[in-house]
């Protein structure tokens, strides 16, 4: 990818989690990117393509760490990174994440193409296999309750009021599964 191409969608990315899909124009993004919006067009076809290869670069971050998860045979260290995934994503690539998160229960685009590639499912399994090891009573339920918690710590967590709450609930979690180090 060129590197105005690399621009456009730093400022694609930033613009869509300020104003949204539908308030953001290209013109408002060529502005932003210091580039033509002719150039915009040239490289992703109309705003639908060009929020498709901001998707799938965040697919690629997002899924990196999930792939980490994935390949764990540790039990409680597979249960404790599950839990610190918001942490991970808020600090490692917010926009991204908060893309990710926010458009996917918002935009049916966006939550189509995350569903592409998910490796959710796979995640939610493996944590289901790790409750199954540590011998927790109903691990169905458990990694059940760990996706929805992580979720909604996951919406969560962009609100400065809400943050210490947020990392407070995942230590707590991790010492309820007794997987804190």
Same mark, same amino acid.
């Given at each position: 990818?060129?590197?105005? #191409?690399?621009?456009?969608?730093?400022?694609?990315?930033?613009?869509?989690? #300020?104003?949204?899909?539908?308030?953001?124009?290209?013109?408002?993004?060529?502005?932003? #990117?210091?580039?033509?919006?002719?150039?915009?067009?040239?490289?992703?076809?109309?705003? #639908?393509?060009?929020?498709?290869?901001?998707?799938?670069?965040?697919?690629?971050?997002?899924?990196?760490?999930?792939?980490?998860?994935?390949?764990?045979?540790?039990?409680?260290?597979?249960?404790?990174?599950?839990?610190?995934?918001?942490?991970?994503?808020?600090?490692?690539?917010?926009?991204?994440?908060?893309?990710?998160?926010?458009?996917?229960?918002?935009?049916?685009?966006?939550?189509?193409?995350?569903?592409?590639?998910?490796?959710?499912?796979?995640?939610?399994?493996?944590?289901?296999?790790?409750?199954?090891?540590?011998?927790?009573?109903?691990?169905?339920?458990?990694?059940?309750?760990?996706?929805?918690?992580?979720?909604?710590?996951?919406?969560?967590?962009?609100?400065?009021?809400?943050?210490?709450?947020?990392?407070?609930?995942?230590?707590?979690?991790?010492?309820?599964?007794?997987?804190?180090?």
């Amino acid at each position: 990818m060129t590197e105005k #191409a690399e621009q456009i969608l730093v400022s694609a990315l930033e613009l869509f989690v #300020a104003n949204g899909f539908d308030g953001t124009s290209t013109i408002q993004i060529a502005k932003k #990117a210091n580039v033509s919006e002719a150039l915009i067009f040239r490289h992703f076809n109309n705003k #639908a393509g060009l929020l498709e290869a901001i998707v799938k670069k965040g697919q690629e971050l997002f899924i990196k760490p999930i792939k980490e998860i994935l390949e764990d045979q540790n039990p409680e260290s597979i249960i404790s990174k599950t839990l610190e995934l918001p942490l991970v994503y808020f600090n490692d690539k917010s926009n991204y994440w908060r893309l990710l998160i926010e458009f996917k229960s918002k935009d049916k685009t966006v939550s189509e193409l995350m569903h592409r590639e998910s490796k959710i499912e796979q995640l939610k399994g493996h944590v289901q296999k790790a409750f199954e090891q540590i011998k927790v009573s109903n691990p169905i339920n458990e990694s059940h309750m760990v996706y929805i918690l992580i979720y909604g710590i996951s919406m969560l967590i962009y609100d400065p009021e809400h943050y210490e709450l947020c990392k407070s609930t995942i230590e707590y979690l991790k010492k309820k599964y007794r997987t804190a180090v």
